[in-house]
C-alpha cells in the first residue's frame, strides 16, 4: 500500500476534478491511501461526495500580481501571474505543499495542472505523475510555443517570461539542494507525464507522429443526474455554459427561437443567479449532468470548449457550437473546428449571428457526419480500460517499498 497525494492547481471547471476522481476511486479500491488537494472545494463538492478520501484546500496563488503581461500568452506568463514573479513568493506556495507532503506521508504524487505541486515533490525526492491534456503538458521547447499564435509578438517576449520563471524556479531549488532545471516544460511533466489527449484536439497541434504517447482524453462518464428535457418538440440541444460569457443570453435565445429543446447547466443559475432567459424552451439542470445520456439524445452540444465536454460529444458523434472563454478553449474549439465536427464562435465576426450558426449545425448533415466520422476513428476508446491503464503506470512509479 502507498500514501499518495492528488493535487490540482490552476486552471477552473469540473475537468480537473472529473480527470482525478476515477483515478483516486481506483487508487481506493487498490488499496492505496488518497488525499486530495483541491484548488476548488466548492463546484466540485457534488461530483467529489461520494469518493471516500480526504479533500482539502489546496495551496495557491490568491493575490493580483502587478507587471505581468495581459493577457498571457504562454504558460510561463501564466506562472508569472500564480506566484512565479519573485523567487520568494513561489518559496511560499512550495512550503505549503511540502507541508501537505509532510502531513499526508505521502510517498507519492499525482497532479492535474499542479506545476508548483511537482516543484515541491522534485525538493521532496516524492516521485510524481502528472496527468491531463496538451495544454499543460506542452512539447519539449524551448521556449514552450506561445498559444496565442494568431496574434503579433513583440521578439524575445516569450523566451523573456521563460528564463524570468525557469530562474526563480532554480533559485527555489537551490535553497532547497535539489537538481536545477533545463528547461521550463521539464516542470509540467514531473517523473511520469501522461497525455490524455488525440491529436486531433491537441492544445499545441503536434503532429501525430511525434514521439510522445497519446493516451487519450481522461473524464469522468456518467457522472451527474439523468437529463431532463423540456417537454414537447424539438430537436435536443444539451448546453453547458457559465454566465462569465458575456454571449450566453444570446445563443440561448438562439436555440430557443430555433425550436429546439434545451436542457442547460449553468452553475451561476444552480448557485441562484435569474435564468438568463425564461423560455418552456428551456430547462436549467439543478446540478451537473450525466453527459453519457445526455449526448445520446441531444442532436447538438453547446459549452466553452472544456475538454471532458468537447470529448464526450464526439465520441457520441454529436456536433458543437463552441463559445471559448479563454485561450486554452479557444485552442481547443479551433482544433476540433478544424475536424469539420464544429462552430467556433469566437472566430465569425461581431456582432455573431447565432441563429444562423445554429441552423448551419441543424441543418447542414457536414458537422454531424464529421462527428461521427471522429466517434468510428475512435471507437475502439475504452474509458474503464483507460483508466486500468493510467492506474497500472501510477503504481509502476510507486516506490518498492510502497508499491
Not at 12 to 34: D, F, I, Y
Not at 175 to 180: D, K
Not at 202 to 214: G, L, N, S
Request: proline letters at 9%; charged letters at 15%; a neutral charge.
Amino acid at each position: 500500500m502507498a500514501r499518495l497525494l492528488i493535487g490540482w492547481e490552476l486552471g477552473g471547471g469540473l475537468g480537473h476534478a472529473g480527470r482525478l476522481e476515477p483515478l483516486a476511486a481506483g487508487l481506493v479500491a487498490r488499496g492505496h491511501a488518497v488525499t486530495m488537494w483541491l484548488a476548488d472545494l466548492v463546484q466540485t463538492r457534488r461530483l467529489l461526495a461520494d469518493l471516500p478520501v480526504p479533500q482539502l484546500q489546496a495551496p495557491i496563488w490568491t493575490h493580483r500580481t502587478v507587471g505581468v503581461p495581459s493577457p498571457q500568452v504562454s504558460l510561463a506568463e501564466i506562472l508569472l501571474g500564480c506566484g512565479y514573479l519573485q523567487a520568494d513568493h513561489l518559496e511560499a506556495l512550495v512550503q505549503a505543499w511540502l507541508s501537505a507532503l509532510r502531513v499526508t506521508g505521502a510517498e507519492a504524487m499525482l497532479v492535474d495542472y499542479a506545476p508548483t505541486a511537482l516543484l515541491a515533490a522534485r525538493i521532496a525526492g516524492v516521485p510524481a505523475a502528472s496527468i491531463g491534456m496538451g495544454f499543460w503538458l506542452p512539447p519539449a521547447q524551448q521556449p514552450i510555443p506561445a498559444f496565442r499564435d494568431w496574434e503579433p509578438l513583440a521578439p524575445g517576449r516569450v523566451a523573456h517570461a521563460e528564463r524570468q520563471v525557469l530562474a526563480n524556479v532554480n533559485t527555489v531549488l537551490a535553497r532547497h539542494g535539489a537538481a536545477p532545471l533545463a528547461a521550463l516544460w521539464q516542470l509540467f511533466r514531473g517523473d511520469l507525464p501522461l497525455l490524455c489527449s488525440w491529436p486531433e484536439i491537441d492544445h499545441y497541434a503536434r503532429a501525430p507522429d511525434e514521439p510522445v504517447q497519446w493516451l487519450g482524453p481522461n473524464f469522468l462518464p456518467d457522472a451527474g443526474q439523468a437529463p431532463h428535457w423540456p417537454a414537447g418538440e424539438g430537436l435536443r440541444v444539451f448546453a453547458y455554459l457559465k454566465a462569465g460569457h458575456p454571449d450566453h443570453a444570446a445563443v440561448l435565445a438562439a436555440l430557443a427561437g430555433h425550436g429546439c429543446r434545451v436542457l442547460c447547466y449553468l452553475p451561476e443559475v444552480n448557485a441562484g443567479l435569474k435564468p438568463p432567459v425564461v423560455s418552456d424552451r428551456i430547462r436549467y439542470a439543478t446540478g451537473p449532468v450525466d453527459l453519457t445520456q445526455a449526448f445520446a439524445e441531444a442532436r447538438l452540444a453547446v459549452c466553452h470548449a472544456g475538454q471532458a465536454t468537447v470529448v464526450q460529444a464526439l465520441l457520441a458523434g454529436v456536433p458543437l457550437l463552441l463559445l471559448p472563454m479563454q485561450a486554452e478553449q479557444f485552442l481547443m474549439s479551433r482544433q476540433v473546428e478544424r475536424t469539420g465536427a464544429a462552430i467556433n464562435a469566437a472566430m465569425r465576426p461581431r456582432p455573431t449571428d447565432f441563429g444562423a450558426l445554429v441552423d448551419a449545425l441543424l441543418t447542414d448533415p457536414a458537422p454531424r457526419q464529421a462527428a461521427q466520422t471522429f466517434a468510428r476513428r475512435h471507437a475502439g476508446f475504452d474509458h474503464a480500460t483507460q483508466v486500468s491503464d493510467l492506474l497500472d503506470r501510477i503504481e509502476a512509479m510507486l516506490p518498492a517499498r510502497a508499491a
